[in-house]
């Protein structure tokens, strides 16, 4: 026999009521209206006028309001240490003791760059696998963790061969020597490698720049980095983050102090595929240069650096270091905003100064630089 309409209504819209009042007999109820037409109304009479979710507690409420005050009196009191603290990030290791040449005490202060930690107090013994810290081709650094494996070391710290040490010959006679096979008269010279002072030098996770680590760039990959290791030719680098200038420290081999130099430079000179040789005419020239060429590089520098309100230290310059200690061999550094003088990005050629090279004289152009994007 078939349900009336109205009965299949009430089903349908009460079904859940049904449920949350625990009405098990519902089989029962379906074949009761089938034989009797008023147990429709009594039905839908029952269900409609079944108990609804109850009303939560006191307890209930008092519960949820002690969390919600909890967690906001968690987050407030959080604000008003930040507020009266400031915020915390990469907090550095406390400072420690240390005797340097033999008998001199010195307090060492730790220091957070980056995210790296410099000036650590080192362990006691050394195994290999110590964690050190290399430069990404853009110039942001990556801590390695090297591994045990198979009795074999992976990823272990490169070793800097005798790129840092003091070379010296020594000169010795046969009255010096007594060779039995070195005759009177003769001399025999003996190349030997002096260990560099490393007092501070080890002071650094970062890994030293060398010759071994130069990177290739220009036409078919023909020219060397040289003195440079990172960042790398044409990467991108970004505000926000933090970027590690590294260098062959040996490569300025009378200078005690270095200082790294910052110049505007416009496309139309590197991007375009254009040598430095190319774009700077040779001054005894005797034939102007040819409508539509690009101006001298030199030229663009001078005029860019003119018409922003930054001014390095050096002709062409927009930013100057202070004076930095060689030995270290790295500058780190952060694109300030008002750099990129409201544009999307500035190209900017990076290089360094030696003490030895008086302001007046240094020429941004004619000494090793690399070419990065600012954006």
Request: with cysteine; proline share 7%; net charge negative.
């Amino acid at each position: 026999m078939r349900l009336s309409v109205p009965v299949v209504l009430a089903i349908l819209l009460n079904s859940t009521t049904l449920v949350q009042a625990g009405i098990l007999g519902l089989p029962n109820l379906i074949q009761a209206t089938a034989t009797d037409p008023e147990a429709s109304t009594t039905l839908a009479q029952a269900t409609f006028t079944t108990t609804a979710n109850p009303e939560p507690t006191d307890s209930h409420l008092d519960k949820r309001e002690a969390r919600d005050k909890a967690i906001v009196n968690k987050e407030y009191a959080k604000a008003q240490k930040e507020k009266l603290e400031g915020t915390k990030v990469d907090e550095a290791p406390r400072p420690w003791l240390r005797t340097i040449y033999g008998t001199i005490p010195e307090i060492v202060t730790p220091t957070v760059i980056g995210g790296v930690t410099f000036s650590t107090k080192p362990p006691e013994t050394t195994d290999g696998l110590e964690p050190w810290v290399t430069i990404n081709k853009d110039g942001t650094p990556k801590t390695i963790r090297p591994k045990l494996k198979n009795g074999q070391l992976k990823n272990g710290k490169p070793d800097v061969k005798n790129y840092f040490k003091e070379q010296s010959t020594i000169v010795y006679n046969q009255e010096q020597l007594k060779a039995h096979n070195l005759k009177p008269g003769e001399t025999h010279e003996e190349v030997v490698y002096i260990d560099e002072d490393d007092t501070y030098v080890n002071l650094s996770p970062l890994m030293r720049c060398m010759p071994d680590l130069y990177f290739k760039r220009g036409p078919g990959n023909q020219e060397i980095s040289e003195p440079f290791c990172s960042p790398r030719d044409n990467q991108v680098l970004r505000l926000g983050n933090t970027y590690f200038l590294t260098w062959y420290t040996r490569f300025f081999e009378d200078a005690e102090n270095v200082k790294v130099h910052f110049a505007y430079l416009k496309e139309s000179s590197r991007d375009k595929g254009m040598k430095k040789r190319d774009a700077i005419p040779e001054a005894d020239a005797l034939e102007p240069p040819a409508k539509g060429l690009v101006k001298p590089l030199e030229k663009e520098i001078d005029e860019l650096t003119h018409i922003s309100s930054f001014q390095g230290d050096v002709l062409g310059s927009f930013y100057s270091s202070e004076w930095l200690r060689n030995v270290e061999g790295y500058y780190p550094f952060e694109i300030d905003e008002a750099w990129l003088q409201g544009e999307q990005y500035k190209r900017v050629l990076i290089t360094i100064q030696p003490d030895t090279i008086d302001d007046e004289e240094f020429n941004v152009l004619e000494s090793p630089h690399i070419i990065l994007k600012f954006q």
